[in-house]
């Protein structure tokens, strides 16, 4: 039997990839990788967070989006918009409480406060 699948990295279409690598970089608490341009920057971890530019905008939700566990969702989220995140709708559900969010290109994300 083969060796189950890894996630490699979750990559990004953007507009400018080394803006974009910093935002994630700092909400994440990484590091971007040496080399990044406008068009082409990674940020190191595991999984790897990758950033590439396309010359078209984003026009829709996401279909997929990313869940971030925090401990203080108020701090996180003030941070997050602190960073360039614009916050939107709060939301407390079957005992998780998050707060979705978008990133300054408009690609959602959640953070998230895990039930106990």
């Known amino acids: 039997m083969s060796a189950p699948h890894t996630i490699a ?3 990004f279409d953007c507009s400018d990839a ?3 690598a910093r ?3 700092q909400l994440l608490g990484r590091e971007v990788a040496a080399g990044a341009t406008s068009d082409y920057a990674s940020v190191d971890g595991d999984p790897a967070f990758t950033f590439i530019a396309v010359p ?3 026009r829709a939700k996401n279909r ?3 869940d971030i566990a925090v401990d203080v969702l108020a701090d996180a989220v003030v941070r997050a918009v602190e ?3 614009e916050q ?3 939301f407390d559900e079957d005992g998780y409480h998050w707060v979705t969010c978008a990133d300054p290109e408009g690609n959602e994300f959640d953070l998230v406060v895990l039930p106990s």
């Open 9 to 11: 990295s979750i990559t």
């Open 18 to 20: 080394a803006s974009l």
């Open 23 to 25: 935002f994630w970089a």
């Open 56 to 58: 078209e905008d984003k």
């Open 64 to 66: 997929m989006h990313l």
């Open 83 to 85: 960073l360039g995140a």
């Open 88 to 90: 939107g709708e709060e």
